[in-house]
């Protein structure tokens, strides 16, 4: 496990670097002391490991204005629209055919974010 995680980390440690970097910039620019809180969507397609991402966040923010800041992930679903028969469902185990008719016609609609979607200042 831990070998999996050491692997992981790398990836998520500069993902984590940039989100810290928005929340600093965003509370530079409105002039505030401290970062209180971070939300981020993070798709499921997006290849991130929600606690390497943490682990990787926590070790960055030591020190800087965010040092107490949490970090608030929502995992956004994976889910597609068919271009054949029009039906929207979610994608389950990346299998990515249509629920209703079979069809490998599928426009991902959700899954593939990385945002971050607030930054709470003080």
């Given at each position: 496990m831990y070998k999996l995680f050491k692997e992981y980390i790398m990836h998520e440690l500069a993902i984590a670097q940039g989100i810290l970097d928005i929340a600093?910039?965003?509370a530079s620019c409105h002039k505030a002391t401290k970062v209180t809180k971070i939300k981020v969507?993070?798709?499921e397609l997006a290849g991130i490991v929600p606690e390497a991402l943490e682990f990787g966040f926590d070790a960055l923010r030591a020190g800087s204005m965010a040092a107490e800041?949490?970090?608030s992930i929502r995992m956004v679903p994976l889910t597609g629209r068919c271009r054949e028969c029009?039906?929207?469902s979610c994608i389950?185990?990346?299998?990515f055919t249509c629920a209703s008719c079979g069809s490998y016609a599928l426009e991902i609609l959700t899954g593939r974010e990385l945002k971050v979607e607030s930054v709470e200042v003080e």
């Open positions: 600093l910039r965003t969507l993070i798709g800041a949490c970090l029009g039906a929207q389950d185990k990346y299998c």
